[in-house]
């Protein structure tokens, strides 16, 4: 697999983009006429998913993980995070009380998807995998296993999140220490992107069409992040970390990962 050069990131502390910002709108991605080559899951016979904080395996590929499990392949879930870090500043709730919330919303979400799976907790620090990349990537190659026929699933190197490109390098370092395949999966890449932009590796793109049952199936285990898609309160920082705008994007009735 040849290495996309990923974006140079801003100074900004949580990620390589204004993540308050409305970002490019969905209407915008609508109207793409761009078609990727589909997915052939049949060639898949076990799914790791590998998420940097929970909710990213929900948004990035819930509907490729139900089809997967409906089609009895066996799907399994690392955590690299817990999320404590969602709500800095927050009088509602701590970032204990954060890491308490989340990983079973994401327990909630999963089982909403189909499958029967608990996440495997690695309880690293929520905003600063970057300072642990080594030790996730021995982490990792210790918990990937499998051979021909397995996939592991990662954030994409390039979405442009400190978190999720290192969570991306660290699991493709331990994917190549054990010899199985790899597909990356954009998350904040709809937000700050534009259809056809020139550093986003279109050509290694591989599309998930969703039914619409699959996709009211994505919509609820979405609604399954209380912490994260409604405000915890009328201050500030309690704000939803995603709001209807950015839920529209990730959403839709079709996923895409890059190969």
């Known amino acids: 697999m040849v290495a996309a050069t990923p974006p140079v990131l801003t100074s900004q502390p949580v990620a390589g983009f204004d993540a308050a910002e409305l970002g490019t709108p969905d209407s915008e991605w609508a109207a793409w006429d761009h078609t990727f080559p589909p997915l052939d899951l049949s060639r898949c016979r076990e799914m790791i998913v590998v998420a940097p904080h929970p909710d990213d395996e929900v948004l990035g590929v819930g ?29 509602t709730l701590t970032p204990e009380q954060l890491v308490d919330a989340r990983p079973g919303e994401a327990r909630r979400a999963l089982t909403t998807l189909g499958l029967d799976v608990d996440p495997i907790r690695l309880g690293f620090p929520d905003g600063g995998i970057a300072e642990h990349e080594d030790e996730l990537a021995r982490a990792l190659t210790e918990l990937l296993s499998g051979g021909q026929g397995t996939w592991c699933l990662t954030p994409w190197r390039g979405d442009r999140h400190p978190d999720h490109e290192a969570t991306a390098r660290a699991t493709l370092t331990a994917a190549r220490r054990v010899g199985i395949a790899v597909l990356e999966y954009p998350v904040w890449m709809w937000h700050w992107a534009h259809p056809g932009s020139t550093d986003v590796p279109w050509t290694r793109g591989l599309g998930i069409d969703l039914d619409d049952h699959t996709t009211e199936l994505k919509k609820s285990a979405a609604e399954q992040f209380t912490t994260q898609v409604t405000a915890l309160s009328d201050h500030p920082a309690d704000r939803a970390v995603l709001p209807p705008h950015v839920l529209d994007r990730l959403l839709r009735s079709y996923e895409v990962v890059f190969a």
């Open 63 to 91: 509907g490729l993980m139900s089809k997967a499990a409906a089609a009895g392949i066996r799907v399994s879930v690392i955590g690299v995070t817990d999320g404590g870090a969602s709500h800095p500043g927050s009088p």
